[in-house]
């Protein structure tokens, strides 16, 4: 089951970085929020981080793909 914080190894892989202040300061250019720990580790929320990476959230509803797409038309315009 997964937690509600990313781990270390998934925010490495997001960031690029191992180093913790290496993260925070990849976290802070991209002004994604997060909580320091105790350690300074950056605690960032997995359905936080979802939204930011456009990660589809389990339960949430798509669009339908029928939506007639609106154009601008000035055929009628004098």
């Not at 960031?15 to 997060?34: I, N, P, V």
């Not at 959230?57 to 315009?77: C, H, M, Y």
Request: no cysteine.
């Amino acid at each position: 089951m997964e937690t509600e914080i990313l781990s270390d190894e998934e925010l490495a892989e997001i960031t690029g970085y191992k180093a913790r202040a290496w993260q925070r300061r990849w976290l802070e250019d991209r002004h994604w929020h997060y909580v320091e720990s105790r350690g300074k580790r950056p605690l960032v929320g997995r359905l936080y981080a979802r939204i930011q990476l456009g990660t589809p959230v389990e339960g949430q509803n798509k669009p339908p793909a029928d939506i007639p797409q609106w154009t601008f038309d000035l055929s009628r315009v004098r």
